[in-house]
Nanobody, 118 residues
Framework: QVQLVESGGGSVQPGGSLRLSCAAS????????MGWYRRLPGKSRELVGR???????TYGDSVKGRFSISRDNAKNTMYLEMNSLKPEDTGVYYC????????????WGQGTQVTVSS
């Protein structure tokens, strides 16, 4: 059974930083694209950013220049470095990945809460 497990969420003051991790576990052949999404209070889920297997990244407009995604393919782990956090970044952050067992399928983590507040 394949699982994505996020960690690193918590509370931080405005202007602070947090680093989220997403680790894939289980029996699978490969991981292609990975990404971070978030659900802000009262809003639908939105893209934070994506990263390809080779490391190419794209970001949502609201986080460009503040957030950075990276991955360690040897560890099957993706990271989200969040800097200059704002109260409007408060929400639940989800990890997403395309993982191949027999074919590529989509997998989601359980989500981790990020709260930015003074």
């Amino acid at each position: 059974q394949v699982q994505l497990v996020e960690s690193g969420g918590g509370s931080v003051q405005p202007g602070g930083s947090l680093r989220l991790s997403c680790a894939a576990s289980g029996s699978f052949v490969a991981i292609s694209n990975m990404g971070w999404y978030r659900r802000l209070p009262g809003k639908s889920r939105e893209l934070v950013g994506r990263i390809t297997h080779s490391g190419a990244t794209t970001y949502g407009d609201s986080v460009k220049g503040r957030f950075s995604i990276s991955r360690d393919n040897a560890k099957n782990t993706m990271y989200l470095e969040m800097n200059s956090l704002k109260p409007e970044d408060t929400g639940v952050y989800y990890c997403h990945a395309n993982i191949r067992i027999h074919t590529f399928d989509e997998y989601w983590g359980q989500g981790t809460q990020v709260t930015v507040s003074s």
